[in-house]
């Protein structure tokens, strides 16, 4: 049984396993995608591209999932591809992790939060709240998001409102970015500078990855008409982030990798079989084996991951964190071989 702090903590068990090569007995942080659906049309986002259900996860479902990860003490994360404020019951999810006890961290894309809202997350003590950025500067964050400069706006003053409204030290208030080639180097040192009035940290958590899009939703010339670079071929890279990573969809299913769109990487449903089988079934183990081999092309979804490819700027695009604090490269979660 984990027994986290802060959520720092799980991600300093995921670096362990990651480096170690091992694999967690259970994941020390479990993603909820709670809703298929987000109210931002980002043109590197496949959530733009696609036809979203706009089902939302049926709270009993939730709560199952919720028992089963309490047993264990992972950190619960509301993120994956929408917009977890979209959920109609988010007030509900967030108060029953807190019931359990468990940290909670919730990212995104700070648009829809409101007073009332504020008020709540203030008062329910969630542990970390991650504002997603992209790029370095408003312009940019307006031209990928596809949003205007009002809704820029609203984002900035949102964080600030809740910055100045905290009177404890929850939520751990965290705002990052990945930029693309777009962007220029000299910019991030104003990007830093600027959110780190109100916010705890400033990241830049690497490139932007456009590869996606094109292999798997077929988006055709998206990096041209971006004027994005396309990056080069990694020579070879191994995976093993399916050692500590789970991610659960708004319809239960299952997947050993909270950045997985497809069924490559899909272990089952969360309403047939215990998170912890399905943790450990063979498909489970199947999976982790040849990742960490390094044949991340016998999947459709791996062959497309930021993994396999290297960025002028930014090296691989999951293996760098540059901190506002720290400014330098930092978490290496990805070996290459
Ligand atoms: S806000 Fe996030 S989930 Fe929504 S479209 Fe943009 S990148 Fe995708
Ligand atoms: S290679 Fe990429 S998509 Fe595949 S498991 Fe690793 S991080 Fe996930």
């Known amino acids: 049984m984990y027994d986290f702090n802060k959520p720092e903590d799980a991600y300093k068990v995921s670096r362990l396993c990651n480096r170690g090569g091992v694999t967690a007995d259970f994941p020390p942080y ?21 036809r979203k259900s706009k089902t939302e996860m049926e709270f009993g479902l939730f709560q199952k999932c919720l028992d089963d990860i309490a047993k264990y003490g992972s ?3 509301f993120i994956g591809y929408c917009e977890p404020f979209m959920y109609s019951k988010i007030r509900d ?15 995104t894309n700070g648009s829809l939060l409101d007073r009332p809202m504020i008020d709540f997350i203030l008062a329910s003590k969630i542990d970390c709240v991650i504002f997603s950025f992209q790029g370095f500067t408003a312009e940019e964050f307006c031209f990928m998001r596809k949003v205007s ?8 003053d949102n964080i600030r409102s809740l910055f100045e409204m905290r009177v404890s030290d929850k939520p751990f208030i965290r705002v990052t970015t990945t930029i693309t080639d777009r962007d220029d180097p000299a910019d991030r040192h104003g990007f830093v500078e600027r959110h780190s009035k109100y916010a705890d940290e400033v990241q830049v958590t690497g490139t932007t990855h456009f590869v996606t899009l094109e292999t798997l939703f077929s988006v055709r010339n998206i990096m041209k008409q971006s004027n994005v670079k396309a990056p080069k071929k990694a020579a070879a890279a191994r995976c093993f982030i399916p050692n500590y990573e789970m991610k659960i969809s708004e319809n239960g299913d299952v997947y050993i990798c909270c950045s997985a769109i497809t069924d490559d990487l899909l272990i089952g449903n ?13 498909k489970s183990v199947n999976i982790r084996k040849t990742l960490s081999d390094g044949h991340l092309e016998r999947f459709r979804e791996c062959s497309a991951c930021s993994a396999r490819y290297e960025y002028e700027d930014t090296g691989n695009a999951l293996t760098d964190t540059v901190s506002g604090n720290v400014d330098k490269y930092g978490k290496a979660i990805m070996k290459t071989a």
């Open 93 to 107: 999810a967030i108060t029953n992790v807190k019931k359990k006890k468990l940290q909670l961290h919730i990212t």
């Open 270 to 282: 969360a309403r047939e079989d215990s998170l912890y089988n399905l943790w450990h079934s063979e």
């Open 75 to 77: 950190l619960v994360r």
């Open 149 to 156: 400069r009002a809704v820029y706006n609203k984002v900035t």
């Open 30 to 50: 479990v993603t909820f995608e709670l809703i298929d659906d987000c109210n931002f049309t980002c043109r590197m986002c496949h959530v733009s591209y696609r």
